[in-house]
Nanobody, 117 residues
Framework: QVQLVESGGGSAQPGGSLRLSCAVS????????MGWFRQAPGKEREFVAS????????VIADSVKGRFTMSRDNAKNTVYLQMNSLKSEDTAVYYC??????????WGQGTQVTVSR
């Protein structure tokens, strides 16, 4: 059973950086797609980034392109979301998710990111 545990959230000032980590336990296959999503208060959940575990192919949402990057460390079974040039509108709960097929069917508990002065 795959489980996901996020860490690294917290507070940052506008223009600052944070790195989120998602530790993956259980069996992971190369075709798994790992994703980061976020949900701000009163808003729908939004796709942020994804990576194919085996190839490292990434997709970054236009809203964060050029500021956020996603990577994975196969040896540590961990995926990362590096967030630079943070803006107040990046404030949200960030979720790590795994897709074993078409949909993202495994989710972490979420980690809060707050960007403010």
């Amino acid at each position: 059973q795959v489980q996901l545990v996020e860490s690294g959230g917290g507070s940052a000032q506008p223009g600052g950086s944070l790195r989120l980590s998602c530790a993956v336990s259980g069996s992971i296959f190369s075709y798994y797609r790992m994703g980061w999503f976020r949900q701000a208060p009163g808003k729908e959940r939004e796709f942020v980034a994804s990576i194919i575990w085996g190839t490292g192919y990434t997709v970054i949402a236009d809203s964060v392109k050029g500021r956020f990057t996603m990577s994975r460390d196969n040896a540590k079974n961990t995926v990362y979301l590096q967030m630079n040039s943070l803006k107040s509108e990046d404030t949200a709960v960030y979720y790590c998710a795994a897709s074993r097929g078409y949909d993202y069917d495994i989710w972490g508990q979420g980690t809060q990111v707050t960007v403010s002065r």
